[in-house]
T-cell receptor
């Protein structure tokens, strides 16, 4: 059973703080993704990675960076958190060998920036 | 790129059928998906359909694909309160893309 875990379910940070969101998957998946979910806007892709040390910008990368030093771990970094980054953050992974590219999601981290 | 649209809310009575609709723009989409998000959880794949199929049935779920109108629907028979969730339609483009484009999600509320 694929498991995607995220380091925190809830996080409260102050404006200007550096924030790390961690995601770990246990199924040796090549691809990993970070989304943010906001009411009425659905899921928006921030960054994705198709291999260790590789990263690609998604639709809304501004204000974020990522790190993938190991295959199972994908980190999202907010260099200087702002209130408009208050959101639910979802991590996902998928497998290149999967013919229909199912994405497996973590439970999400609800980040509040005050 | 792909654009996926779906209505934001649907309310039904327990025992009735629910139909959630979705339209997409990219006629060359290879796979179309329905994901379900229960309260406080991440998304989970509910079902998918390959673009050369018109219909797929899986227990209480029926997916209909109208390629001409670029319309996808999910029918849930005998809807239960446990079906209350957000349902996301998503499409996967061709050309080796492995990243689906998600709609905004439809909140299904099931009344007892």
């Amino acid at each position: 059973d694929v498991k995607v875990t995220q380091s925190s379910r809830y996080l409260v940070k102050r404006t200007g703080e550096k924030v790390f969101l961690e995601c770990v998957q246990d199924m040796d998946h090549e691809n990993m993704f970070w989304y943010r979910q906001d009411p009425g806007l659905g899921l928006r892709l921030i960054y994705f990675s198709y291999d260790v040390k590789m990263k690609e910008k998604g639709d809304i990368p501004e204000g974020y960076s990522v790190s993938r030093e190991k295959k199972e771990r994908f980190s999202l970094i907010l260099e200087s958190a702002s209130t408009n980054q208050t959101s639910m953050y979802l991590c996902a992974s998928s497998n290149d060998r999967d013919t229909f590219y199912e994405q497996y999601f973590g439970p999400g981290t609800r980040l509040t920036v005050t | 790129g792909e654009d996926v649209e779906q209505s934001l809310f649907l309310s039904v009575r327990e025992g009735d059928s629910s139909v959630i609709n979705c339209t997409y723009t990219d006629s060359s989409s290879t796979y179309l998906y329905w994901y379900k998000q229960e309260p406080g959880a991440g998304l989970q794949l509910l079902t998918y359909i390959f673009s050369n199929m018109d219909m797929k049935q899986d227990q209480r779920l029926t997916v209909l694909l109208n390629k001409k109108d670029k319309h996808l629907s999910l029918r849930i028979a005998d809807t239960q309160t446990g079906d209350s969730a957000i349902y996301f339609c998503a499409g996967l483009g061709p050309g080796g893309s492995y990243i689906p484009t998600f709609g905004r999600g439809t909140s299904l509320i099931v009344h007892p």
